[in-house]
């Protein structure tokens, strides 16, 4: 819940591209940490940590596929297209 009103505040300041960069390599920063680092008090951290940014992945990426979406639904194009017959 802390990481979708923090990203509230952050995406109306930010470029989705941006933030969903910045969330992958956040998620993968805190990945190598949580696997590399054999403390347990370091781990717990890393994974509550880690909900954070993997809910700005997460939304950003649905943003901006449903962005690619409704350019192409514009753009009149009406489902994949067909190779033609021979």
Do not use: D
């Amino acid at each position: 819940m802390i990481g979708g009103v923090l990203l509230g505040s952050v995406v109306t300041r930010v470029r989705t591209e941006n933030v969903l960069v910045l969330s992958l390599v956040s998620v993968g920063i805190g990945m190598l940490v949580f696997a590399t680092v054999p403390l347990v008090p370091v781990s717990m951290a890393c994974a509550v940590a880690l909900g954070i940014p993997a809910v700005g992945w997460i939304a950003s990426q649905e943003t901006l596929l449903q962005k690619a979406s409704r350019t192409n639904t514009s753009a009149g194009s009406s489902g994949p297209s067909r190779p033609p017959r021979p």
